[in-house]
């Protein structure tokens, strides 16, 4: 059976949450414009499951009216009940690269003691891109939740504020080599002479993969 606009509607209309669910996949068939306004009551759908798939939707074709995608997703983003769809919402804040959802972003990560929403928002930072993102990824690395101080170091390498360079560095002789890695990948993106420094001692770490990272940078 072809995938049609009014069959896509029928399964979204559905009382069943699997033809919703089975609609929005099925929205990616269709011209983006057109799913952008079809997946939008979704986002307040009433099963978690269709929600958190119709929020992650929007981080591909919410790009056709960012203010209104904007304030569905902060709506989600505060108001949502489950953590999952929260999260869903800052990743795709940052997804689609609006800068105006920062102070949300900021907002949310103080007012937060879920490990998931905050890790969903020092992760989208880097990808945000906006300058503001470095005092916020500063407090993470200085955190003492080891993921969210790995998430922040490979956020800082995406947004290429090259300050973060001296704040990376001690990170560099961590016990931990996968946070050696992301130190090596991160300095291998913001690159300069201090960067290029720290690449060349990891170039020699005991970790091959962290070695082979860093000489890829050099």
């Not at 009940?81 to 997804?95: F, L, P, T, W």
Request: hydrophobic residues 40%; contains cysteine; proline residues 3%.
């Amino acid at each position: 059976m072809s995938v049609t606009p009014d069959s896509v509607q029928q399964l979204l209309n559905s009382e069943d949450f699997g033809d919703r669910l089975q609609g929005i996949i099925q929205l990616r068939q269709l011209d983006s414009s057109l799913a952008f306004k079809m997946i939008k009551p979704l986002v307040k759908d009433e099963n978690t499951r269709v929600r958190y798939a119709a929020v992650s939707f929007l981080d591909s074709v919410g790009h056709h009216n960012i203010s209104e995608s904007l304030e569905l997703l902060k709506d989600r983003l505060f108001q949502d009940s489950e953590i999952d769809v929260k999260s869903a919402a800052a990743d795709a804040i940052g997804g689609l690269k609006i800068k105006e959802g920062y102070e949300y972003l900021e907002q949310a990560y103080h007012q937060t003691q879920e490990w998931l929403l905050q890790f969903s928002i020092i992760a989208t930072l880097g990808e945000l891109g906006d300058p503001r993102c470095f005092e916020l990824l500063k407090e993470a690395l200085n955190s003492d939740n080891n993921l969210l101080q790995t998430t922040a170091i490979s956020s800082f390498g995406e947004l290429g504020d090259p300050r973060a360079i001296p704040l990376l560095t001690p990170f560099a002789q961590n016990a931990d080599w996968q946070i050696r890695f992301r130190v090596a990948q991160a300095l291998g993106l913001l690159q300069g002479d201090e960067a290029i420094s720290v690449l060349t001692k990891l170039a020699e770490d005991e970790v091959e993969q962290v070695a082979t990272i860093a000489k890829n940078y050099l």
